[in-house]
């Protein structure tokens, strides 16, 4: 299923269940990180008041999995970023079939007419075509808490600045922190009020993508959730 697919049927899945009627706390792992961000700006009611991310691509990835352009398979990564994903990835029918397109953002093509009328990220983002949805930004808003856990040496989300709301500039090489990227600079879907209201809280891990303990997993729990 799409990404947006995947978020229909949790929300319909959520919208069942009597026990989340009064809002939950929410964790996601990896990619299941994406199905809680579109639940929480397409949806949020019940409403999810803590979100833990855990190594999560939530703004999307600009290479594949263990693919860093600048490792040992550098030069490979990059022509297969650059001739196979690129060009393919943001036509509609990738878009519609596959879940990993759907978050793969290229920093090199955001401004293309093909990146903004066709990726899924790009209107999450509020980065697309149609311009700002700002439905987003209030569904958004209505969670209490974001817990965003990065892993040091992530393997899988490149960049893992992704995990802390960061991404590549335009150059594809320079890395942005959360606060200077234009997303947050202009609050395109409201991560500058939640920040300004101390609702983003960071936390990391040493090793790679979802290595992590039973420690580090209940301290998230017993500090992140509101009860």
């Excluded at 990738?94 to 990220?121: C, E, H, W």
């Excluded at 930004?137 to 040091?152: C, S």
């Excluded at 899988?156 to 320079?174: H, I, K, L, R, S």
Aim: charged residues 20%; glycine residues 8%.
């Amino acid at each position: 299923m799409t990404m947006d697919k995947n978020v229909e049927v949790f929300a319909a899945a959520v919208a069942k269940d009597a026990r989340l009627k009064n809002g939950f706390n929410a964790v996601g792992f990896s990619q299941g990180n994406n199905v809680i961000r579109g639940y929480i700006q397409k949806y949020n009611t019940p409403t999810v008041d803590t979100w833990l991310s855990v190594h999560g691509p939530n703004v999307g990835v600009a290479s594949f999995p263990k693919c860093d352009p600048s490792g040992v398979l550098g030069k490979i990564c990059k022509l297969l970023d650059q001739y196979v994903v690129g060009p393919l990835a943001y036509t509609k029918f990738v878009q519609g079939m596959l879940f990993q397109a759907d978050y793969f953002r290229d920093p090199k093509q955001v401004n293309t007419t093909a990146y903004k009328q066709n990726s899924a990220i790009a209107k999450w983002n509020n980065e697309g075509a149609d311009g700002v949805d700002p439905s987003i930004k209030v569904n958004f808003g209505r969670t209490k808490r974001f817990a965003m856990i990065k892993a040091d040496k992530d393997s899988m989300v490149y960049p893992n600045d992704g995990e802390w709301w960061g991404a590549f500039a335009a150059d594809g090489t320079t890395r942005l922190a959360m606060k200077d990227t234009n997303w947050y600079k202009e609050d395109l879907f409201g991560l500058k009020t939640a920040d300004e209201a101390g609702k983003i809280l960071f936390n990391s891990t040493d090793g790679d993508h979802l290595q992590f303990t039973e420690e580090q997993l209940f301290w998230w729990v017993d500090h992140y959730f509101l009860n």
